[in-house]
T-cell receptor, first 114, second 116 residues
Framework: AQSVTQLDSHVSVSEGTPVLLRCNYS??????LFWYVQHPNKGLQLLLK??????LVKGINGFEAEFKKSETSFHLTKPSAHMSDAAEYFC????????????FGKGTLLTVNP | DAGVTQSPTHLIKTRGQQVTLRCSPK?????VSWYQQALGQGPQFIFQ???????QRGNFPDRFSGHQFPNYSSELNVNALLLGDSALYLC???????????????FGPGTRLTVL
C-alpha cells in the first residue's frame, strides 16, 4: 500500500521569500516520488521526480526536493517565490509494485503575495 | 512532439446519461491511465490500460469502463451518470516497456464533465 500526506492545505508567501511545501509518504516498496503543479484550469505539469538516484532532486522553475528516507519525507522548496508560482501543488508516490499507479496527496494551494 | 491530448474539453450531461471521453497518449507511450479529480481534491486513480487490457483498477464502480485501441489511444466510458461524477477527468500516459520504464507519467489537459 502507498499513501501521501501533504501537511499544509494552504501556504501563503510574499514574492521573493522562500517556499516550503511539506510532504510525507508511506510505501511498502522503494518509492518513486513526484511533485506536480496545476495552474487554474490547466492540466498537471511535472515539476520533479525522485527515482532512487540522488536524494536532492532539482526540477523546473528553480524548485527542488530532498528525499529523506529516515523521515519518510519529500518536501518541496524554492529559494525565492515568484508571482507565477501561485498554483496547486501535488505530492505523488508510485511504486513498481503498483505498476506505477500514482497516488496523490490532497494538494497544497500556494498563494504568492506582492 | 505532441503531448497527451484529450477530447472533448468540456462536456455537460444529465443524470442517467452515458458519456465517452477520449485520450491520445504521448508519442512512444503504450500505457494509459485515467484519473478523476473532483473539485478541490487530488486526482484519484480509476484504471490503467496496457496492451489493450485493463491492468489494474482503483476504487471505482463498474459504471466506469474503458478501452484501449491498437494505436494505444484510450476511451473512458461512464454509464448511468450521477451528480457526483462531475469532475475533471485526466488521462496520463507512460512507456511501460522495459526500455522506457521510468514511472513518469505525462498528463493531458483533462475533460471537465458536468452532470446536471
Amino acid at each position: 500500500a502507498q499513501s501521501v500526506t501533504q501537511l499544509d492545505s494552504h501556504v501563503s508567501v510574499s514574492e521573493g521569500t522562500p517556499v516550503l511545501l511539506r510532504c510525507n509518504y508511506s510505501s511498502s516498496y522503494s518509492p518513486s516520488l513526484f511533485w506536480y503543479v496545476q495552474h487554474p484550469n490547466k492540466g498537471l505539469q511535472l515539476l520533479l521526480k525522485y527515482t532512487s538516484a540522488a536524494t536532492l532532486v532539482k526540477g523546473i522553475n528553480g524548485f527542488e526536493a530532498e528525499f529523506k528516507k529516515s523521515e519518510t519525507s519529500f518536501h518541496l522548496t524554492k529559494p525565492s517565490a515568484h508571482m507565477s508560482d501561485a498554483a496547486e501543488y501535488f505530492c505523488v508516490v508510485s511504486t513498481t509494485g503498483s505498476n506505477y499507479k500514482l497516488t496523490f496527496g490532497k494538494g497544497t494551494l500556494l498563494t504568492v503575495n506582492p | 512532439d505532441a503531448g497527451v491530448t484529450q477530447s472533448p474539453t468540456h462536456l455537460i450531461k444529465t443524470r442517467g446519461q452515458q458519456v465517452t471521453l477520449r485520450c491520445s497518449p504521448k508519442s512512444g507511450h503504450d500505457t494509459v491511465s485515467w484519473y478523476q479529480q473532483a473539485l478541490g481534491q487530488g486526482p484519484q486513480f480509476i484504471f490503467q490500460y496496457y496492451e489493450e487490457e485493463e491492468r489494474q483498477r482503483g476504487n471505482f464502480p463498474d459504471r466506469f469502463s474503458g478501452h484501449q485501441f491498437p494505436n494505444y489511444s484510450s476511451e473512458l466510458n461512464v454509464n448511468a451518470l450521477l451528480l457526483g461524477d462531475s469532475a475533471l477527468y485526466l488521462c496520463a500516459s507512460m512507456p511501460l516497456t522495459i526500455s522506457g520504464r521510468t514511472g513518469t507519467q505525462y498528463f493531458g489537459p483533462g475533460t471537465r464533465l458536468t452532470v446536471l
